[in-house]
DNA sequence: TACGTTCTGGACGAGACAGTCAAGAAAGTC
DNA sequence: GACTTTCTTGACTGTCTCGTCCAGAACGTA
């Protein structure tokens, strides 16, 4: 049957989107990916196809692990779903403001470089989006049935806006924005949904200070 | 006094702009742009410096422009200042809607590509976010003055927010969100902006549908 | 053990690219 | 008109990088 590959494949992959996320792919060089995944050139080539196709994959395969990474933290009864939901905005936060080389998404960084010439990486960012979207609808609209959001808001709405802002924040810290400036940003899209009548209704207001 | 430049500086760095805003940094050729403004590469190198160096240039006037943009958007009386802000987030929704060829934002693309490994890249997509977030403050608390705001909100926290949204709009843009969902995002965003008290507070809500 | 097959690794070639340079052109000055 | 200075042009160079290729290694099979 041949001689067995001698590298896991996962492993590889993980190695070469590193590079593609630390230098963008135009900047990214065949051999230092090779390199770091301690191939050679041709064993890369022979399994991966050339550079276009070893980042289509490594862009599908991250995308991918995002959405995955997004339905644990949004997925659970609708009990704690704005729970949830809260915490997985403050998250993104979080991680945003603490990534201090800057080197930020890399589904954003795939998109903003290559989606304009590229159909596929055009085509990966928006399937992601919108499976992203989804999560969020569903965590909201199970908020709304265990009362923690207004019962005549649109989830699918407030998902739109919730992505957009997690996106937002995304962008901001690529530019540097600060930690606090980061998490403030979280807290106020948190404060502006609409929760049900009966709380006090200051309480969904950013305060002052 | 030796010969006089055969070109219009302003010209030319539009020119270089827009290879560097289609293609990205690392992709662009500096032969391409040398074609595109007409120039030959002797006089751009002795004009502007290396590649990195036009960028830098390019960059800069780029966002300084987009900063004026939104002050001559965003300035102006109390009494308008709600209507100013709700036309410029459509605005730039509507702007993103129409971008058909994805190229997107050349402040979030070059910030996307080069922040992590040029410091000036980063310094100069800071400063702009800063800048257009204190416009934005100015307005809301225009509107918070003539009393299209709930007078309790922190205009610096909303500003923020809107910030976000509006980054966020254009990531979600590159990844060819349709033109309803971005337009859908900038009417949510105003939506749950808090009103005065007086207002039916219904009216701050995302409606069903 | 001999053989076919698949993987490995790195040398190699072809092309692309950034930046330089030298010869000449266009101005001002005397 | 001679001279100085600055700009212009595009050919040229050296370097970089992608992708190929091939000799050999590591397996299964007979």
Known sequence: MGRPRNF?????????????????????????????????????YGAFGDKH??????????CAGLV???????????????????????????????????????LAKGAAELSEQDRAVAATARRTFTAIEELITSCVAGAQRAGDIAP????????????????????????????????AIAETALAVLPRPQSDQDRSARPQSG
Chains 1, 2 share one sequence.
């Open 8 to 44: 896991d494949e996962s492993e590889v992959l993980r190695a070469a989107r590193d590079q593609f996320w630390s230098t963008g792919y135009a900047a990214a060089r065949v051999d230092d990916i090779a390199a770091a995944t301690g191939l050679g050139k041709g064993s890369l």
């Open 53 to 62: 196709q070893l980042f289509l994959r490594t862009y599908a395969d991250h």
């Open 68 to 106: 995955e990474a997004v339905r644990r933290a949004l997925d659970g009864p609708d009990t704690d779903a704005y729970e949830r939901l809260r915490a997985h905005v403050m998250k993104v936060a979080e991680a945003t403001a603490s990534d201090v080389c800057l080197r930020g998404c890399l």
């Open 152 to 183: 005549d808001a649109d989830p699918a709405r407030l998902a739109g806006l919730l992505l957009a802002v997690l996106r937002g924040i995304e962008a901001l810290g690529k530019g540097g924005s600060s930690p606090d400036s980061l998490r």
